[in-house]
């Protein structure tokens, strides 16, 4: 069983070993900040109907248009991030985020609230958030020893995954009670704890790597330098489109299930949400084990195994009926789905870093996720036509049977570094 407690040194011990104070309060900065996304989740589609009274096609917007434009004006932010203390940046995010939030409460006190104002604060948040991510990267990066990433990537998967579980109900429950406009607000003040976290870590931080640098001139190449490096790595750029087709699929059938089973399947509103929420805990659980299992059959085996694995699930939810069996089939499938990918996001991420220098981390973790943002916005477009054309059902097995071949780029020879992903030797406290 995985233990977190505080050993000698004030190191946090997880997992059996010390991952040091700051990785602590990198955690817990995570931890508070991804719970109040998760709280907030649906709160602008929310908003945008219940307050403002906007139509389909402006919520659909709403969905759509921040997300994909807030990757867009992220791009020039990976060279920015690169050459700057990442924790400074991080602070300066969550700032940006509560600022951007906080304006959506105070403009629907004073009457002000416009449709306008929520796309944009979508947008910054957006584009926040991606520079955010690559930022804490590069700080994992250095705040944890290399052969300590895999544990530490683990404690956040399993905060992803139990945030997840926890968050929509949670905020369903205060959005009933007191309305969308509070939620928003509550992920506001989970950025300002998450800047004031990442403030508390206190330790120097390192210089930008060698080649970085505030005063560097920006050069055009430089946007694509993540890019760059993914494409040219033998283990990197597999895993790199296996994991953007993945979610692009499983992202693009999200809507589908809810109009199939909102609509024809006659399930309510909460059926759908507990059908969704309640298997989350197999990500919890996969995160959890995914250490072990690499100390014990090595990176290789456990990352094809689960990739693999995943991409089993997809076609059976074509088949999802009404009733008791119909919720009782959806929650094994998201179950069995999210387990494996509890076992595989970690070692992804852990082989990611381990495989970037640290000059090019932000820029490389930038480029993935924008380009994951980028490939779900073009499939669930691509998959509402089809839908269209061809019915829901129809759709999702089309996604499902694409999806069966994606452990195909998966790749297929062990890495030269994977000495970095085995636990090493536990710490026998």
């Known amino acids: 069983m995985s233990v977190r407690g505080t050993g000698e040194g004030g190191r946090t011990v997880v997992g059996g070993r010390r991952l ?40 659909s917007l709403l969905a759509a248009m921040g997300p994909a434009v807030g990757a867009v004006l992220a791009l020039p932010l ?9 924790r400074r940046v991080m602070i300066a995010m969550d700032l940006l985020r509560f600022a951007a939030l906080t304006s959506v409460p105070a403009a629907y006190l004073l009457g002000a609230l416009t449709f306008g104002q929520l796309l944009l604060v979508s947008v910054v948040a957006g584009a926040a958030g991606i520079a955010f991510t690559a930022a804490g990267g590069a700080c994992l990066k250095e705040l944890v020893p ?21 968050g929509p109900p949670l905020g369903g429950a205060a959005i009933a009670a007191f309305g969308p406009v509070v939620t ?33 001139r920006l050069r055009a190449g430089d946007l694509f330098e993540g890019w760059r490096h993914i494409l040219a790595d033998s283990v990197l750029r597999p895993l790199f489109l296996n ?4 979610g692009g699929l499983i992202m693009a059938t999200s809507p589908l299930l809810a109009v199939l089973m909102l609509g024809p399947l006659g399930f309510a509103p909460w059926q759908y949400a507990l059908a969704f929420a309640a298997p989350c805990v197999g990500g919890l659980i996969g995160s959890r084990l995914a250490p072990g299992l690499v100390d014990r059959f090595g990176q290789r085996r456990v990352m094809l195994t689960a990739g693999t694995l995943r991409a089993c699930w997809l076609p059976w939810l074509a088949f999802v009926g009404p009733g008791t069996s119909g919720i009782v089939l959806v929650m094994a499938v998201e179950l069995g789905l999210i387990t494996c990918m509890g076992f595989f996001n970690p070692v992804l991420a852990t082989s990611r870093l381990a495989r970037t220098p640290a000059d090019r981390a932000a820029r490389t973790l930038l480029a993935w996720s924008v380009s994951g943002k980028a490939v779900i916005a073009t499939l669930t477009a691509l998959w509402g036509l089809l839908a269209v054309a061809t019915g829901p059902r129809a759709a999702i097995a089309v996604a499902g049977v694409l999806g069966m071949a994606t452990p195909l780029l998966l790749p297929r020879s062990a890495p030269a570094d994977s000495t970095v992903l085995s636990g090493g030797p536990r710490d026998e406290r």
Do not use: C
């Open 146 to 166: 290399p052969r300590d990433l895999l544990v530490a990537n683990g404690r956040f998967e399993s905060t992803t995954w139990t945030a997840t579980m926890l």
């Open 20 to 59: 040091g104070r700051g990785f602590g309060w990198l955690w817990a900065s995570y931890a508070v900040s991804t719970l109040g996304t998760w709280l907030a989740f649906d709160a602008f589609p929310l908003i945008a109907i219940l307050v403002l009274h906007a139509g389909t096609t402006q919520v």
């Open 184 to 216: 928003v607000m509550a992920n506001a003040v989970s950025h300002l704890l998450s800047a004031a976290g990442i403030r508390a870590i206190g330790a120097p931080e390192p210089p930008p790597a060698p080649g970085g640098g505030a005063r560097q």
């Open 243 to 246: 994991s953007v087709l993945v």
């Open 78 to 86: 990976g060279p920015w991030v690169e050459n700057r203390p990442k």
